[in-house]
């Protein structure tokens, strides 16, 4: 039972009864919001809504530049539709050489980390920064420093120099020697 003040004379009411002990007014059942409950759910909603809209003028603006972008291939010449696509395929080949790069410097930082004494104490420097290449056959090799504790307890910076290669979704390590103390 919670007490509510009477619309036509302030008196207080229990929201149980049907009218107003003092002035007879009905007194309106149901539940009520609260002014704290209403001031918490009211950005709630504001910002769910924002969102909304926002989401749905990206989805137009994607629509119009794809409709931009097609009548813009449309009205090529043919050399210029072909040059296009050379070079689309040449960003697209250049990005996944990118993706396979870096993914070739992870692998060999996990194959270094598998050798350490102690990995927990390991230090890498950002893998982005390893020196890395391609070589014949689908390999890469790739440098990878560390500071890490050896069996003395000892912290000591090492490089390592990793040949690998993908193998379906995983990388194949082919050698790992360390290069400098």
Known sequence: MALSRCRECHNVVSTDAKACPNCGARVKSGIRLSGCLLVILAP????AVGGSIINLMDERGNEVKQQQEAQRIAAMTPMQRAAFAKQKAAAVAKKRAEEQMSSARLACRGFVEATLHDPATAQFEDYETYFAEEGPKGR???QVRVRAKNAFNA???AIFDCDTKPL???WLP????QVSP
């Open 168 to 170: 379906g979704k995983n």
């Open 44 to 47: 709630v909603f504001v910002c």
């Open 140 to 142: 890469y090799r790739v």
């Open 155 to 157: 912290t000591r910076q």
């Open 174 to 177: 082919l050698r790992l020697e």
